[in-house]
C-alpha cells in the first residue's frame, strides 16, 4: 500500500481521527459492562488469536477470522492502554489525516494496523491462544507517517531541570527517534517489560513509514502552510 497525498483531498476537520477514537470508546465502554469472563470471550472473538487465525485451532481463516485483524484495533486491555494508545494517536493522527484526507488516512491506519497484528500473530507462533489487540501498531504507522511528512516539525515537551520543569521545543526527528529506538530495545529485552506486542509497534512504524513516502518528505508541511 503506497500513500499519496492529494491537493484536493486537505482536510481541516479529522473526522477519521475522531471517529477512531469514539468507536474505541465505545468498544471498552462495552467491554467494562461485561463480567469478567464474557470480558475475556470478547477479546477473544474480536482479537486476533494466533492459534485460531493459521495454528492448531483452525484450517484455512475464515472472512471473519481475517477481520479480527482489523477488529482488534479497537478493542484494548483495560482503560489504560486504550488511553495511551489514544494520546498519541491525537497527538499525531489530526495533522497527519489532514495532509493525507481522510480516506489514505484511514486505509493507513486500517492496512497498517493489520499488518501490524499479523506481524505479531506470527512473532507469538501458532500455538499462543491469547489475543492480539490494541491500536498500538496503527498509532506507531500513523508516528511513521507523521515523520515522513512533517520531519521537521518541532514538539513541545515537557523537561525537568532540578526543581523547576522547563517547556521546550525540540525536533520531531529526536522525539520520534528516541520512541523508535525503545521499541527496538523492548523487543530484545521481550518479557522484561511485560506482555506489550513491541513488535507490533516496530512492523506499525515502518509499515507506515514505507507507505508515505511517495508523498515525499516534508510534504504535509507544505500542503497545510500553504493550503494546496
Known sequence: MLIRTDPRHVVRFPAVTLLVV?????????????TPEAQQAFLH???AVPSVLFGTSASTPSLHLVGTLVTALFVHADLSHLLGNLAYLLLFGVSVER??????FLALYLLCGALANLVTAIQLGEAAASPVIGSS???SAVIGAYLVLFPRARMGVLLPLGLFIQFVRVPVLLVIGSWVTLQLLYTWVGP???????W??????????????????????RRLKYGT
Open 22 to 34: 469514539a468507536a474505541s470508546l465505545l468498544a471498552m465502554g462495552w467491554q467494562m459492562m461485561l
Open 45 to 47: 472473538r474480536w482479537g
Open 99 to 104: 495532509a493525507l484526507g481522510r480516506w489514505r
Open 137 to 139: 501498531g496503527a498509532v
Open 192 to 198: 522484561a517489560f511485560g506482555t506489550t506486542a513491541w
Open 200 to 221: 507490533a509497534h516496530v512492523a506499525g512504524f515502518l509499515a507506515g513509514t514505507v507507505a508515505t513516502l511517495p508523498a515525499g518528505p516534508g510534504t504535509g508541511d
